[in-house]
């Protein structure tokens, strides 16, 4: 199965080189199909890019895992989103939280960002809304008060659809039949 891996590099995070969704989209017409994991390890970077990244993902013909394997922040947490499952290290964490820009201009240019931040955010917000069928009002306090959730918190409101723990229930009955039955006949009673 593909392993696509979405880890911060010191000069890429989403939107630029291995986390672009130019890069995304050449790795899913290489999996041509195939059920594919998307492995996420992000502070996030350009939301348009994770929108991009998201519709892939939503688009692409066989199953898509996407795992959260340290951190899924800001944009990156769109990303995680775009799984049919979405499955996050019991170790990780998952932001989220009101879109950003750097800018600057007279005020007349400055009201123009900030009714193009309002609009990311209701977009950004209905993606989050689809995901875990909590209402508008909700998922915009969340986003507003800059929330982090960890594996479990993320499960019970629905974010995420498994914890990863990475342990198989193991009993000691279940040892000592293991190390019993390659023993000699005479020491297994």
Do not use: C
């Not at 993902?57 to 947490?77: E, F, H, N, R």
């Not at 479990?152 to 659809?161: E, N, R």
């Amino acid at each position: 199965m593909p392993k696509i891996y979405l880890y911060d590099t010191e000069t890429d995070n989403i939107g630029s080189g291995t986390l672009s969704s130019s890069y995304i989209q050449s790795e899913l017409q290489n999996a041509a199909g195939q059920d594919v994991e998307v492995h996420i390890s992000s502070v996030g970077g350009s939301a348009f890019d994770a929108i991009a990244i998201y519709d892939l993902l939503k688009k692409y013909p066989g199953k898509v895992t996407t795992y959260i394997d340290a951190l899924a922040a800001s944009a990156a947490s769109i990303v995680a989103m775009g799984g049919q499952v979405v499955a996050m290290s019991k170790y990780a964490l998952l932001m989220i939280h009101k879109p950003m820009i750097g800018s600057g201009g007279n005020a007349d240019e400055l009201l123009k960002d900030v009714q193009m931040l309002n609009v990311v955010q209701s977009r950004l917000a209905q993606i989050y809304m689809d995901k875990t069928g909590l209402d508008g009002v909700t998922i915009n306090s969340l986003i507003n008060s800059v929330t982090w959730m960890t594996a479990d918190q993320a499960l019970d409101l629905g974010f995420i659809d498994q914890v990863e723990d990475y342990t198989r229930p193991i009993s000691n009955s279940a040892i000592i039949k293991d190390y019993a039955s390659t023993a000699p006949a005479i020491y297994q009673r």
